[in-house]
């Protein structure tokens, strides 16, 4: 079977829409499964996510978290290697954004932390991400484990260290002192109300755009340059690589770095944007998410912002319809972002090969 | 001294079994050549199915065959996409441990409406402690006594059943026709197919019995361990679970040995907390807790030994057509 007579459209946009709309179907099941209508939810939901500015912001403050774990996940994923461990990854770059606000926020200006934080967070993501790329290129074991080993261990650590060293003294609650205002990420809201412009309080702030920045850098790294080329070699076939001279060891513990890094990113937007302060658990499963995103993206930095605005919506919608059907948790988001996982991963060969094979019976014929 | 060795290993006895359980699980599953990363949502599936069942009827039992059920399911939504539709393994149990988080709090909301919890279970809706024999009795004689009486006696009939399950494991994997073909399965599936044996109906067989032991690990933590189902209840055991089939090399014996490793620091975590050691200080527990993931990973790396797995783990099997 030749790929090349499937037109483009059918994967790029038919799969991937039908295993999204098998995906809201299931879901839709589980709603009316427990006595609700899922068009009154998809209402609630749809109006929570974009009916009002705040809402909006909402959405696209949960989407920047997305965004970056999603980048994340596909830039490893481009080389062939799964790494599950966004999740702690971002933990670690959240500590090393947390590290440089408490370090500098009462001496330096904002536009000095600011560069350093970036470069902290990428540096911590990087860093947690360098032990399991190690050990996958250079000693042979599966990236897989040793990501979800790593999740655990960061999450101990960062318990250790936050109870231990960085809270705050007399306080009960577990987290750091509140950064000074000028280690806070300028919310978008107070960004654009001097030009006029009025987009309802939110928490959404210059992370988004830093996200987006980074869309345009991953795919101008992926698609445009030799090392993208070489990533891409070595996820479509690794022995072509090898053949081709191409050191599949080092590229393979860097797309680790680069996904770590990114993933870190997330502490900008929690730690530096909302919160203001170090704490436990920020990173509430965005690194899991990251997944669902880059899979229903299909590891494309448009793909992926499309689908990162798509798990907003639903998080911040969820809320919105935990809040007027009282029997429907926010939970259910957490489902539709399973089965997205399930329908357009696990299961993409269900309709890919058949639809596949009627477009290519049609071109023949 | 003495009394508190048996107290901690009576600990990791309680805590290993659900570890137990969902290793061989694994077990089974990657011996024919299934990566199971979804070993943590069929148990966490399995505990909400077993509490909610056990508190409508009434009965453990009918907990404990609700729990199977739901466990199975599970692992027949993997089959079917890894197996049937030659679907990533990996992300495969990961979106059965990301339906499955959500489902179990969503479905607990709309059934019992407590916060994602299930009515306390008591009496006949648990399994209760069995005590042997004589126990009370010998409990003064020393040593023997605190052995028989404390370790030994006073367990659910689930932590017997795990222990027995090690070498039942064996059995099936070393010694019948059926766990030889499971083995081969795992190494060189090409073999099997031409020997006109069916991979993909035996690899579903193997994860037909994942599943059945992955319900008793889920009904044991909410219908024995704990009364009741909390939200998340599984915590990592499944990973665990996962890190301690490696850590045993795929092997029944080596699994149960490191399970047991893994629950006795669990137990020593939890004993050693504000505990100061003369010379070294307080240790954290957090540094106990770690230990089961960094030995793994060192194990995994090759620095301790050498851990290599089925040789046709996670590579879907594709039969040729000429």
């Known amino acids: ?365 | 001294m003495f009394e508190t060795l048996i107290l901690m290993l009576d600990a990791t006895m309680r805590v290993s079994t659900p570890l137990i359980f969902a290793a061989l699980a694994g077990l089974f599953s990657e011996r024919a050549g299934i990566v199971d990363i979804g070993l943590e949502g069929k148990i966490l599936g399995s505990a909400f199915a077993a509490a909610a069942a056990a508190s409508i009827f009434g009965s453990a039992w009918i907990g404990l065959f609700f729990g199977i059920a739901a466990s199975i399911s599970l692992a027949m939504i993997h089959g079917f996409a890894c197996i049937t539709h030659r679907g990533d393994h990996i992300v495969s149990g990961v979106a059965i441990n990301t339906i499955v988080a959500g489902l179990t709090v969503t479905l607990s909301m709309y059934w019992f409406g407590m916060g994602g919890q299930t009515p306390t279970l008591s009496g006949d809706e648990r399994f209760l402690s069995i005590t042997f024999p004589f126990a009370d009795a010998l409990a003064d004689v020393p040593v023997i006594g605190l052995i028989y009486s404390e370790l030994l006696s006073g367990h659910n009939l689930l932590v017997y059943l795990a222990f027995a399950m090690v070498p039942f494991t064996y059995w099936v994997i070393y010694k019948t026709r059926f766990g030889l073909r499971l083995r081969a399965v795992g190494e060189n599936p090409h073999a099997v197919d031409t020997a006109g044996i069916s991979v993909a109906f035996l690899r579903y067989r193997a994860l037909i019995i994942c599943g059945i032991l992955c319900g008793i690990a889920g009904a044991y933590l909410s219908t024995a361990h704990n009364a009741g189902f909390l939200k998340d209840m599984s915590a990592g055991k499944g990973y665990m679970a996962l890190a301690a089939l490696i850590f045993g090399k795929w092997r029944p014996v080596p699994v149960l040995l490191a399970c047991l490793l893994f629950g006795f620091l669990d137990a020593v975590a939890i004993r050693m907390q504000g505990v100061v050691i003369p010379g070294i200080g307080e240790v954290p527990v957090q540094a106990i807790e770690v230990l089961p993931y960094v030995l793994t990973v060192l194990l995994l790396a090759g620095f301790i030994g050498k851990a290599i797995g089925p040789k046709a783990v996670g590579r879907p099997y594709v039969k040729e057509r000429a």
């Open chain 1, 1 to 365: 079977m030749s790929q090349a007579k499937v037109p483009a459209w059918v994967n790029i946009a038919l799969i991937p829409f039908l295993n999204i709309m098998l995906a809201f179907i299931v879901s839709g099941l589980v709603i009316l499964a427990i006595g609700e209508n899922p068009l009154e939810a998809a209402g609630y939901l749809i109006y929570g996510a974009f009916g009002y500015d705040e809402g909006v912001g909402y959405t696209l403050y949960y989407a920047t978290n997305l965004i970056f774990t999603g980048l994340a996940v596909s830039v490893a994923f481009k080389g062939g290697l799964f790494n599950i461990g966004g999740e702690g990854q971002a933990y670690i770059g959240g500590l090393g954004v947390g590290l440089v606000c408490l370090a500098f926020d009462q001496t330096m200006p904002f536009y000095i932390i600011a560069p350093l934080a970036i470069i902290g967070a990428a540096a911590f993501g990087a860093g947690w991400a360098y032990i399991p790329a190690y050990l996958q290129a250079r000693r042979g074991s599966h990236i897989v484990i040793t990501t979800i080993m790593f999740n655990f261990i960061a999450s101990s650590l960062m318990v250790y260290l936050i109870v231990n060293w960085l809270k705050e003294d007399g306080r009960m609650a577990a987290n750091s002192r509140t950064f000074e205002e000028s280690a806070w990420m300028p919310y978008l809201h107070e960004m654009l109300s001097p030009l006029g412009i009025d987009i309802g309080t939110s928490p959404l702030n210059f992370a988004f755009i830093l996200a987006l920045i980074f869309c345009v850098l991953v795919w101008g790294l992926l698609w445009h340059t030799r090392w993208g080329y070489q990533l891409r070699t070595l996820g479509t076939s690794p022995s072509a690589a090898q053949y081709a001279g191409i050191d599949t060891a080092k590229v393979t513990i860097w797309a680790m770095m680069i996904s770590g890094g990114l993933a870190g990113f997330v502490g900008i937007n929690e730690i530096m944007g909302v919160n203001h302060s170090l704490l436990l658990n920020f990173t509430a499963g965005y690194g899991f998410a990251g997944i669902a995103v880059s899979l229903m993206g299909r590891n494309h930095p448009i793909g992926i912002i499309m689908a990162a605005v798509l798990f907003g919506a639903l998080y911040q919608g969820g809320s919105e319809l935990a809040f007027e059907i009282p029997t429907i948790t926010p939970e259910i988001v957490v489902v539709i972002q399973g089965l997205v996982i399930l329908f357009s991963g696990a299961l993409e060969h269900m309709f890919k090969d058949r639809i596949e094979g009627f477009f290519i019976r049609r071109a023949v014929a």
